[in-house]
């Protein structure tokens, strides 16, 4: 009977100090209630509370939060239907609100996510929910952020992680992408055939002034030697002129002149029997051939008179 009533004893005193000792851990804050009234917030560390009067009310945890968004669907400003889903990550920051502001501020944070979402992306294209993810993220982040205040959180981001079109739209997508490809080879190809055009004609045009400039300068070349080769022409006649002048005025030059012309008369007229195809004779045999014929003209006259 006395250990049943030591037992009892023990029991009562580790209850009452049970109630009475309160250890608030690092990562949380309790809220109290006196007697179903909010009596204060607790910060992490030992606390002694008033058994059967104090009570722990809510623990919150104050570290940062990562709430998963389902996905959900959602109509995009050009009538497209996609698939959202997203990271939401929050932070308690008064303890007070979060207990008496709303019910469950993390259930709340989740739809309050999900209708915002779908309010945004209502008002982009779908092209621009691809391209514009960050100014989504921070749109949705703002107008969280606004709305939770009350609850007592802090909204500190959020991550669009997958946009997923249709079945449809994705086969429309991708043939939208094929023609893209395809218009910008074309258009690659063309300008590969205009710089082409371009430098072919830049290189006949190269060529025909090139040889232009080498046909004018043969022909500067060629007048330059043919006036180079008067000059020498006409300096040597003028020198041989010169020479035979000199040697006219020395005893027996002209003698010597006179011979030096009868050997070539001799010789271009035996040059010329050679290449012509008539007969040549010397003026005087020409005059005693004219005598006959004149002799025998007379002889004839004569005998018809007879």
Known sequence: MLGFTVTMIILVIAFIFYHLILIVPMREACVIERLGKFRGVLEPGLHLLIPFVDRVAHRHEIREQCLNIPHQSCISRDNIQVDVDGLLYIKVMDPYKASYGIEDYLIAAVNLAQTTVRSEVGKLTLGQTFSEREKLNETIVREIDNA???????????????????????????????????????????????????????????????????????????????????????????????????????????????????????????????????????????????????????????????
């Open 148 to 306: 939770s205040e009350p609850w007592g959180i802090k909204v500190l981001r959020y991550e669009v992680m997958n946009i997923t079109p249709s079945v449809n739209v994705i086969d429309t997508l991708e043939k939208q992408m094929e023609a893209e490809r395809q218009k910008r080879a074309e258009i690659t190809l063309a300008n590969a055939e205009r710089d082409s055009t371009i430098n072919l004609s830049e290189g006949d045009r190269q060529e025909a002034i090139n040889l232009s400039e080498g046909e004018r300068q043969k022909r500067i070349n060629e007048a330059m030697g043919r006036a180079q080769e008067i000059t020498i022409v006409a300096g040597a006649t003028a020198e041989g002129m010169r020479l035979i002048a000199s040697a006219i005025n020395e005893p027996g030059g002209m003698q010597a002149m006179n011979l030096e012309l009868v050997g070539s008369y001799v010789d271009r007229i035996d040059a010329l029997f050679k290449e012509a195809d008539i007969s040549v004779v010397p003026r005087e045999l020409a005059r005693m051939e004219g005598f006959f014929e004149g002799m025998d003209q007379v002889s004839q006259t004569m005998k018809g008179g007879q």
